[in-house]
């Protein structure tokens, strides 16, 4: 059974930095496809990263040069690490990942989510 916890969410200022993390127990993740993704109150889910077995990622126009994504597979982890945030970065950050996939599309695993939330 594929277990995601994600962590490292909570309360940043304008301009801050978070660093989110998501590892996996019962799998070899280095095998899977995993992505980030984010939902506010209101809004659809959308995608802010995603990171291929061979370290290929991927970054909408929103987050581009402000998110980083890296995974570490000693650790089973994937990192999400988020620069120069803004107000409208605000959601609550659900990893998620599908086994051997190439795209961060239908992801089959999630995990429960982390609140982010940028204010002054």
């Known amino acids: 059974q594929v277990q995601l916890v994600e962590s490292g969410g909570g309360l940043v200022q304008p301009g801050g930095s978070l660093r989110l993390a998501c590892r996996a127990s019962?799998?070899?993740?280095?095998?899977?496809?995993v992505s980030w993704y984010r939902q506010a109150p209101g809004k659809e889910r959308e995608l802010v990263a995603g990171?291929?077995?061979?370290?290929?990622?991927i970054f909408p126009d929103s987050v581009k040069g402000r998110f980083f994504i890296s995974r570490d597979n000693d650790k089973n982890t994937v990192y999400l690490q988020m620069n120069s945030l803004k107000p409208e970065d605000t959601a609550i950050y659900y990893c998620?990942?599908?086994?051997?996939?190439?795209?961060?599309?239908?992801?089959?695993?999630w995990g429960q989510g982390t609140q982010v939330t940028v204010s002054s």
């Open positions: 019962g799998v070899t993740f280095s095998t899977y496809y």
């Open positions: 990171i291929s077995s061979a370290g290929s990622t």
């Open positions: 998620a990942s599908r086994w051997n996939a190439y795209t961060p599309d239908d992801p089959r695993y």
